[in-house]
């Protein structure tokens, strides 16, 4: 061959593989999410059968996110040494083996336990989900990417809401804990199965490895594990760029945990709805949030593709996303409830938008670090799942009503906007800065 000739591989046709890959992700974010939101449905019925008051309710919803946010960061270390195929799938067994397992709880200590193993469990997924993404898609489809496994939470709860809903009614909370567990766990196995490396995956050919190198993908984050300093951590906690985006993820999270723990009580409780109904209605919002998604991905995309900065292509459809969102507030203003669903939806659909904040994860976040990295992004986010459940808890003990949490959510959905704004400035990856032979030898502080 001379010099001026094609290589081979560059003539033949591409695989595909990534959109098996992002297919597996789907599906394993709808049932990561569904597992979440099994107690927030059988909520209502199961404070009366294990005798809960609302502040105990709160504490037990609550409870996955102890586990689920404390274990970010040693679960991006994981993500890093040992991979997301081995960690993640382990993690999507046992969250579906111990969420099958709250079907036989009797009382709240058992109750809570549970729920913060699955959390324990879950810990790794998201942060595995952008490390994936990161090196199976180019830069230029990682944001519909994210968007397609981000919006599978939402497409997942508007789905099988109702059924879940209907199970409820008509064989009791056990079922529900049991179906979705027994689901997860047969997936595990296909996961185990099918995902890969990219440079490891038997149906990956050279031309997809290439057009997704030359993209942005990194196809070989995994070759070389790295040792996760305390020097890197202290980057990555410092750094304004990521501090904009931590303190926003901790705002469009409130929203979230909102409506997978309180907003079926809310509906049930407030609006005097039967469960059957709740299932119905509260799946709306979701298909909205589902939509939002979707569109947000193409939207930043498509900028992306027309020439617009990576910062204008990932920050508009989110600080729309946030403005909107905050709008949530305005359900304190009216009792009809075709309104109130209407301006849930809107709001979740926001929601949805703006939940392309994952792929700032893999754009901005040394590539060797994207496991620690979405570990801490996902750290911070969480902690509204724990202030979440107990905040709305204690307002609704004390004022027997939900408009406080609802003020609440809104304005600091508000300052989630803000600090894309204000704080959040270039979108450009982080690059560690190097070590001298001295410093590597010397270096003996590491997680």
């Known amino acids: 061959m001379t010099g001026q000739e094609t290589p081979i591989h560059t003539l033949t046709k ?71 195929r081995v960690v993640y799938g382990a993690g999507l067994f046992l969250w579906s083996l111990f969420t099958f397992f709250q079907g036989y709880v009797g009382g709240f200590i058992t109750l809570f336990a549970l729920r913060f193993v699955v959390g324990l469990a879950e810990a790794p997924s998201f942060p595995a989900n952008s490390r994936i993404t990161t090196m199976w898609f180019p830069q230029h489809e990682r944001g519909s990417a994210v968007a397609i496994y981000n919006s599978a ?44 490396d990219p440079k490891n995956h038997p149906g990956v050919n050279q031309a997809e490895l290439d057009y997704i190198k030359q993209g942005g993908g990194l196809t070989d984050v995994g070759d070389k594990p790295k040792k996760v300093k305390w020097s890197h951590v202290r980057l990555l906690l410092t750094n304004r760029q990521m501090i904009g985006i931590y ?34 209605i509260a799946s709306i919002p979701y298909i909205a949030a589902f939509a939002g998604g979707i569109v947000g991905g193409y939207v930043s995309d498509l900028l992306l593709k027309s020439g617009k900065s990576l910062a204008v292509a990932r920050k508009t459809p989110i600080i729309t996303g946030f403005l909107l969102s905050s709008t949530i507030i305005l359900a304190n203003y009216t009792s009809s409830i075709a309104a109130i669903i209407v301006i849930m939806s809107v709001a979740f659909f926001a929601k949805g938008l703006a939940g392309l904040t994952w792929t700032l994860v893999g754009d901005m976040s040394p590539k060797e670090l994207i496991g620690i990295s979405g570990g801490i992004f996902n750290t911070f986010g969480n902690l509204a799942g724990i202030v979440i459940p107990i905040l709305v808890g204690y307002i609704l003990a004390t004022t027997h009503s939900f408009s406080g949490a609802l003020l609440f959510i809104g304005v600091i959905l508000f300052i989630g906007a803000l600090s894309y704004i204000f704080i959040v400035n270039k979108v450009e990856r982080i690059e560690l800065p190097e070590e001298s032979a001295a410093e590597q030898n010397n270096s003996t502080i590491a997680i």
């Open 14 to 84: 591409k695989t595909n593989v990534r959109y098996l890959i992002l297919a597996i992700l789907f599906i394993t974010t709808v049932i990561n999410y569904l597992d979440r939101s099994t107690l927030g449905i059988a909520a209502p019925v199961m404070k009366k059968d294990l005798v809960l008051d609302a502040v105990t309710l709160g504490f037990a919803l609550s409870a996955f996110n102890w586990a689920y946010t404390f274990l970010q960061i040693p679960g991006g270390w994981l993500l890093d040494r040992f991979g997301a």
């Open 153 to 196: 939470q939402y497409f997942g709860l508007a789905i099988f809401t109702p059924v879940l809903a209907w199970l409820l009614q008509n064989y009791g909370w056990h079922s529900i804990f049991y179906y979705t567990g027994a689901a997860g766990i047969l997936l595990s196995f296909f996961w185990f199965k099918i995902v890969r």
């Open 247 to 280: 303190i926003a993820q901790f705002a469009l999270n409130t929203i979230v945990w909102f409506f997978l723990t309180w907003f079926p009580t809310y509906l049930a409780q407030d609006k005097g709805m039967s469960m059957l109904k709740v299932g119905f």
